[in-house]
């Protein structure tokens, strides 16, 4: 028996797994927003010093190849990152409540064919899809990454709500709603929808490392967010050229995707785990 969400969210943050992700997000989110004003321009190239420097008291994390601050770059790429990543989970969430929300309680040739829809794309890995839709462009819009990231990453979410629907909406307080007049709209959003929040935290938690994980990846093939605005992926690929030289160039954004990613999952895993004692 499920507990509410509220109870579910505190059983997280009292676990040793969802406080540590819950701390070290916040804190990654902290830094990116605050952090960018207070450090030095992540695009300046210095003439005075050229080639990657090491670790010093104006450079905490050292220089790359074109003797730019790798600390504020990874900040700056953390804003980038977190933002992208939110945004796009953000609408893969909201796409995948809703076609499950809608193929769960109306049932019949609707769910029928929102489900074989999602079969067929879930077919197909995702990071072709993803890969044929930005190379249409030659550099791709943040917005439009935005897009095709929560546009290709709500199919599984769709399935996990459609689940939860099909099993609440012989519950009696469905029922219940149903026999007094309520009309689907009604229903689904006032009744369903509030007892499916838990599974989209997960999901939500989930897909942040997700996303975060494609971005770098798409960014490090040069398909992502173009030069030079920094992104962790883009960093890890522009420090190629030094990699054995200037090994901190890479290994700095290549730890702040492992931490993030980690984080997430930490609380996702948490929030499972309250939600579903029995298989904790």
């Known amino acids: 028996?499920?507990?509410?969400?509220?109870?579910?969210?505190?059983?997280?943050?009292?676990?040793?797994?969802?406080?540590?992700?819950?701390?070290?997000?916040?804190?990654?989110?902290i830094v990116a927003a605050v952090g960018p004003p207070f450090l030095a321009d992540p695009a300046t190239i210095s003439d005075a010093v050229a080639g990657a420097q090491g670790l010093s008291p104006a450079h905490p994390l050292g220089t790359d190849h074109l003797s730019r601050d790798v600390l504020a770059r990874v900040v700056v790429g953390a804003r980038i990152s977190l933002t992208i990543a939110a945004l796009a989970v953000g609408l893969s969430v909201t796409l995948g409540a809703l076609v499950g929300l809608i193929s769960g309680y109306l049932g019949g040739i609707v769910d029928t064919v929102l489900m074989r829809f999602v079969d067929g794309a879930l077919a197909i890995p995702?990071?072709?899809?993803?890969?044929?839709?930005v190379m249409v462009w030659e550099q791709v819009p943040i917005g439009a990454l935005i897009l095709v990231l929560g546009g290709t990453g709500w199919l599984g979410t769709s399935r996990v709500i459609r689940g939860e629907v099909l099993r609440l909406r012989e519950e009696p307080f469905v029922m219940a709603a149903r026999a007094i007049g309520a009309s689907p709209w009604r229903i689904i959003t006032k009744h369903l929808f509030p007892n499916v929040t838990g599974p989209l935290l997960v999901a939500a938690t989930l897909g942040l490392g997700d996303v975060i994980l494609i971005e770098a990846g798409l960014s490090f093939l040069g398909l992502g967010v173009q030069p030079p605005t920094p992104s962790w992926g883009g960093m890890i690929l522009e420090a190629r050229p030094v990699?054995?030289?200037a090994p901190w160039t890479s290994i700095?954004?290549?730890?702040?995707?492992?931490?993030?990613?980690?984080?997430?999952?930490?609380?996702?895993?948490?929030?499972?785990?309250?939600?579903?004692?029995?298989?904790?």
């Open 1 to 29: 028996m499920r507990g509410s969400v509220g109870s579910a969210v505190r059983s997280a943050w009292e676990s040793r797994e969802g406080r540590l992700g819950t701390v070290i997000l916040l804190a990654l989110v």
């Open 243 to 245: 990699l054995l030289s």
């Open 252 to 280: 700095v954004p290549g730890t702040a995707i492992l931490i993030t990613v980690l984080a997430a999952n930490l609380i996702s895993d948490a929030l499972q785990a309250a939600l579903e004692p029995r298989g904790a």
């Open 126 to 133: 995702r990071l072709f899809l993803l890969l044929l839709l």
